[in-house]
């Protein structure tokens, strides 16, 4: 058993379709792969329908755009009632907040001497329910600009460079509870990677299970073998569910591959077992895994 839980589509800034990424996923040999576009479930239905195809099991979710002491921290949501409406708008939020971000950062850009409009990004970008600064990168990249996204991260996009412009990102400990009210749960993504700067203590992580978080994704690429150690030791001491994923963009995130990073089909199982009893204990309808 094969299980990937963190992959992108172009529905936010993954450089595939949800049906080519599904495909991707059969080819590479998964089982089990979770969709989660950034601030998103518009990929879900589409996915939905090549996983029906081709006898692939399909966990929908998202990954959500959070704020904790003063950090970004991106939060997995599996299996969410899509439709309960503070989460719609808790998304929608985050997802005004991406947009009107855009026109800001080409303003930036033009200000660095670079012909850029928003018509450019349009282009390479399609037309995402989530806007990113990915979809900028290209954008760049296809102008000859730069050579790929990381460089443009590296001289424009990322903080501290000169086109970097914030954006809001939604309280975390809401979010943890609005997902379980819809039905779903919650594990911090990356929880050590390198856009966290300083991190998450353990006593971070046990306030955040108290307060209804369900795991914590620790084989991810921006992890050392250390770091998983001690985030598996974190999660085990305080009863959290571990996950490991690829987060895979397609060609948009370099040694991402689908598959790289799997979950052990038991971590698995316990996710979608609390994501029941989440679903029942709210009232919601339930957001099955799609099983062949
Ligand atoms: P945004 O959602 O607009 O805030 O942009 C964050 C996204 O950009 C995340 O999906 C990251 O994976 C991606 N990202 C951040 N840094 C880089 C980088 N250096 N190269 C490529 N992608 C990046
Ligand atoms: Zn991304
Ligand atoms: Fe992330
Ligand atoms: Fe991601």
Request: aromatic share 4%; net charge negative.
């Amino acid at each position: 058993m094969r299980i990937d839980l963190h992959t992108h589509s172009r529905a936010s800034d993954g450089t595939q379709t949800p049906e080519e990424l599904i495909r991707a996923a059969a080819a590479a040999g998964l089982d089990v792969v979770a969709l989660t576009d950034h601030d998103t479930s518009e990929g879900w239905a589409e996915a939905a329908g090549t996983a029906r195809e081709l006898g692939i099991t399909l966990v929908r979710g998202m990954e959500i755009s959070t704020r904790h002491n003063h950090q970004g921290v991106h939060l997995l949501g599996y299996l969410p009632d899509p439709t309960y409406p503070p989460l719609v708008e808790g998304l929608q939020r985050i997802l005004d907040g991406r947009n009107s971000r855009v026109p800001a950062v080409i303003e930036r850009l033009r200000g660095c001497g670079i012909d850029i409009s928003k018509a450019d990004v349009d282009r390479v970008a399609g037309d995402p329910a989530a806007t990113g600064r990915p979809h900028i990168a290209d954008a760049l990249v296809d102008l000859g600009v730069v050579r790929d996204r990381d460089e443009a991260f590296a001289r424009y996009l990322s903080p501290g460079r000169p086109a970097y412009v914030d954006r809001y990102a939604a309280p975390l400990v809401d979010m943890i509870r609005v997902v379980g009210e819809a039905g779903g749960v919650t594990v911090i993504a990356h929880a050590w990677g390198r856009h966290a700067p300083t991190g998450m203590t353990a006593d971070d992580i046990a306030a955040l299970a108290q307060a209804g978080l369900s795991g914590l994704e620790v084989d991810h690429q921006d992890h050392d073998t250390r770091s998983r150690k001690e985030l598996a030791g974190i999660a085990d001491d305080l009863g959290l569910v571990k996950t490991g994923s690829s987060d895979y963009h397609g060609t948009g995130k370099k040694n991402h591959e689908l598959g790289c990073n799997t979950t052990a089909p038991d971590q698995f199982e316990r996710l979608v077992d609390l994501a029941d009893a989440a679903a029942v204990a709210s009232g919601r309808p339930v957001t099955d895994v799609l099983r062949p």
